[in-house]
């Protein structure tokens, strides 16, 4: 499976349209994670009792940017894979569907959903919205699409923590070492705080981004993530900082 994009940098200071398009990309791209490295077989592995696969996941997210975008809101031809007789027939993927072809289909929906949404401003209204529900807003289609993901984010959280152990937003690998000389060799920067970010290289030789303790008798507490921004670091580095600041002021 080819590695997912990089996901977009969210704008702290965006404006209303900037920033929930960008936590949808963000979810998105974030969903797409949860899926690299896996096999098709991993994919299909069933989360007992709710019997979830991330391969189905996969295909019920496409089939709802489909349906949200495409259908209700642009008004293209119906192309849901659920249906009145089958309302979950979105999660089952077939023996034919494989990660690869349900990536490109997903990314072909996300691509027809955003050419949507670019044509378009937040106030305007779906144009095959059901006759008997009130009118529906671009704007209440997003934020809903951004929950939609969101949720199913944290569903595959739970499934590919249970596939191979894997958690989090990031790829993440905790070192505690008893030597902390052993570790400075690995360091861009050393650390100039109690706690600091540092650069080292990930498992495949990229570039990596990290969260350290200053060295202590004790040894020294290192936190690597494959995929987090350096300005994610300093501000969780910040944090720890400040946290440890009022333990010891209690």
């Known amino acids: 499976m080819a590695d997912p994009a990089p996901r977009v940098e969210l704008p702290y200071t965006g404006t209303e349209r900037e920033t929930l398009l960008a936590f949808l990309t963000w979810h998105r791209q974030t969903f797409l994670r949860r899926l690299d490295g896996l096999t098709d077989e991993q994919l299909r592995w069933r989360h007992e009792p709710s019997g979830l696969t991330l391969l189905g996941m996969l295909r019920h997210l ?8 495409g259908e209700v809101f642009a008004g293209d031809p119906p192309s849901r894979q659920f249906t009145d007789s089958d309302p979950d027939g979105d999660w089952k993927p077939g023996p034919d569907d494989t990660s690869a072809t349900l990536i490109v289909t997903y990314r072909q929906a996300v691509a027809r959903a955003d050419d949507a949404i670019a044509a378009a401003s937040f106030e305007d209204l779906a144009r095959h919205a059901d006759p ?95 995929g987090l921004t350096r300005e994610v670091a300093e501000w969780a580095a910040a944090s720890l900082h400040r946290w440890h600041r009022r333990q010891a002021g209690r």
């Open 62 to 69: 496409g089939d709802v940017e489909r349906f949200w975008f």
């Open 132 to 226: 008997d529900d009130p009118p529906v807003a671009l704007r209440f289609i997003v934020v809903h699409m951004i929950a939609e993901t969101a949720r199913h984010n944290g569903h595959a959280d739970l499934v590919r923590e249970s596939i191979d152990g894997q958690t989090g937003q990031f790829r993440s690998t905790l070192f505690i070492h008893d030597d902390p000389e052993h570790v400075r060799p690995r360091l861009r920067s050393t650390p100039s705080g109690p706690w600091d970010v540092f650069e080292t290289f990930a498992a495949d030789g990229s570039l990596a981004i990290g969260i350290s303790s200053t060295p202590t008798p004790s040894g020294a507490l290192m936190v690597v993530y494959e």
